[in-house]
DNA sequence: CGTCAGTGCTGAATCGGATTAGCTGAGACT
DNA sequence: AGTCTCAGCTAATCCGATTCAGCACTGACG
């Protein structure tokens, strides 16, 4: 530390009251008389000395740290990360909160130190985010502890978590089909593990729409949701003689897989095969032609996690943010079928 | 807070010594004369009562924290950010560390609170990352703190820094060309402002590998770093009827951009074309062919910042980490040239 | 038998704030 | 003149650690 850091009590001394009374002004408390003239004195003095209150001595006696920690499972996942620190990040500075962020890969004992680590330094709450929406167990060590879900549900639904409408995804990804004119040949991309959230409710949210308008989907190409598996599967789909006029990929690297395949095997975007997809990744917005994709709402589902966190009232529902349409390049009028 | 916490006090107590005899134990300290039997009724006390020592209490005494800040302009851009934190976050858990994270998003205020507000906090040093590898100037109020900058270099170059060895890449890029067989028809694509410094290091390695053997690059597209601007600059290239046997792309993204134009323009990557790259993303592995790529090592970056800002001596060089070349399979032999 | 060197440990101060309890002096009222 | 009220402030304590200064006891030695 290059100045010997100015307290309390310098400011105090500077305005020629009582530390009782600096602290009080500094606090902006009105439940104790203090006359203008001294209030005055030491907002000046604290201005000219560069006053900055120690947050640690504070904390010490107020047990309020105005720091969250935001514990994940993975940061890395491609993209996720990013905005979804950004929407915390940016809400929690605006608080005046900084934020911890921890990392687990998954690992129970890491997981265990981060909690503990962060525990000790005070956090006033924490996030847990999931990277790819499962059920959560939050440690033990957590109870009693503010705390809010990102993008996983609990058993116990008690837990207030925030996480994409995967659902209505569905259902948007469904309706952009049935609106260009696809009814027949529509073919759903990527496996659906039932423990998977995003998944389950992906497809569930097409299967509502098509069933209420008598659509059903022509079958379902098996494979795990990455480009090399999806462009084998898909291609392997197309060799095999099998024709659709649009694919339902169960997110944008499935999607990105599907493109290659399509290409290799003749087939244009969209004019043979439309395409929609879940994400909203960059990558979406790099294919040609751009990938029509519903996009999860990072930022804003990173903003609501910690804006749920500091509210007054502690929250106990689970919120569902929206999840916007973005790009129509992929989408197109199907074919007439060749007879 | 349910349980309320065990203080230091509780554990002494317990044990039957006094405080100070409990500190010294629970510090692990030598220098205080502490009989066995006194050592192991304090350290059984503290796991019977599962004490943990209150780190607010503790910093403020001793000015340590054992926190970080790690300041960066932007965290969103596309996988950067993922793997590097992923590095700093490990290794200062390694060292019972947490990481503050905060964007700053370029703008000077934002930093400025950012900062103070770590600085409040008491972080005992600072890790400041720019994505974009540009001259940095960290604000004033860092005089006197740990500092190491990642990924970016300070006109004061006695600020220790870590960052990709940008140079070396390019070397590396021309000789995986070279030992292919390519010496006439290699372009570079992507434009390279002299004040980004890894568009400068990279070119400037490129180019010392050609110059030594005595092979001339055969033009430059110039355009922005992203596939579409990319796309569109290459396929031009193409269409003019230019016909080159490799292209040297300042970026992944780029090169997206250029095997969208290969693409259309009917030429096939590797047979027709080959293809190196820079930055080792994702993207690079998803492509078909695989996109060979001098990869950025986004995790030990990380590693390597956190591990100098806690090394007992503070360090003030440029540290240079190699790039691991990835994927080969986007290049080729060239073509024998048609006459 | 005095004292000197260790050994093993404790009391009290300290860090920088927040907070509680209470004090002082002036004017109003009786 | 006595005392009540209230505005305007301060002293002291607390939060939970670390750490400085020093005390009591034991055994050895002259």
Known sequence: ???????????????????????????????????AEAE????????????????????????????????????????FAGELIRGSLSTALAHQHLLFIGETGGDDTVEMQLVQDMLDRGVDGFIFASMCTRP?????????????????????HRIPAVLPDERDAGRIAARTLLEAGHRDGIVMVGETPAEVYAARERRAGVEEVFAAE????????????????AYQAVYDFFASG?????????????????????????????????????????????????LTSVAIPHFELGRLAVELLLAEAAAHEVHRVAMPLHGRASVGVPRPRPA
Not at 7 to 22: E, K, N, P, Q, W
Not at 48 to 67: C, I, V, W
């Open 136 to 156: 959560a167990r939050p440690p033990a060590s957590l109870r009693g502890h503010r705390l809010v879900l990102l993008n996983c549900l609990a058993d116990d």
């Open 214 to 229: 008598g659509v059903t989907l022509s079958g379902t190409v098996e494979c795990p949701w990455w480009p090399e598996p």
């Open 40 to 79: 005055h004195r030491v907002l000046h003095a604290a201005r000219e000395l560069n006053y900055r209150p120690n947050l640690m001595a504070r904390s010490l006696r107020t047990k309020l740290t105005r720091t969250i920690g935001l514990v994940s499972d993975t940061i890395a996942t491609e993209a």
């Open 242 to 290: 099998k024709r659709v006029t649009a694919l339902i990929c169960l997110n944008d690297r499935v999607a990105f897989g599907a493109y290659q395949a399509a290409d290799r095997a003749g087939l244009a975007v969209p004019d043979d095969v439309s395409v929609v997809s879940f994400d909203g990744s960059h990558l979406a917005s790099w294919l040609r032609p751009q």
């Open 1 to 35: 530390m290059p100045t010997p850091r100015v307290t309390l009590l310098d400011v105090a001394r500077r305005a020629g009251v009582s530390r009782t009374t600096a602290s009080f002004v500094m606090a902006g408390r009105t439940d104790m008389r203090i006359s």
